[in-house]
């Protein structure tokens, strides 16, 4: 999903629902995660970006000695990123967010 595309569909929920709540969080690997909250007839929604980096390989670090730990270890490209997309609902029985698939719900026109 591109940055445009992003704001898009932002300006359409603001439009249409009005935002309750945001936020930004910048992650340990450089990346960002950015949420909304906002109430639709059915239910309180959060919509959810992650940005990170694009992984480029992932390096193991091991010796050969009887027992040793292996490390894994992601290396990221330096100008590529990613970025998914989560819908969540908030559930009253669990008190917690539960993922629901974005191709469920459908934005009314």
């Known amino acids: ?3 445009a595309q992003w704001e898009l569909i932002v300006d359409r929920i603001e439009r249409q629902f009005g935002i309750k709540d945001h936020g930004c969080l910048d992650l340990s690997n450089g990346g960002q995660l950015m949420w909304y909250e906002f109430s639709t007839p059915s239910g309180l929604l959060k919509l959810e970006r992650t940005i990170q980096p694009r992984v480029v390989r992932e390096e193991a670090a ?4 009887i027992g040793a730990q292996v490390a894994v270890k992601p290396v990221y490209h330096m100008h ?3 970025s998914f997309v989560k819908l969540y609902r908030w559930s009253l029985e669990r008190d917690d967010w539960q993922e629901i698939s974005i191709n469920e719900w459908s934005m009314p026109a």
């Open 1 to 3: 999903m591109t940055d």
């Open 62 to 65: 091991y010796s050969k000695r």
């Open 80 to 82: 590529e990123t990613v």
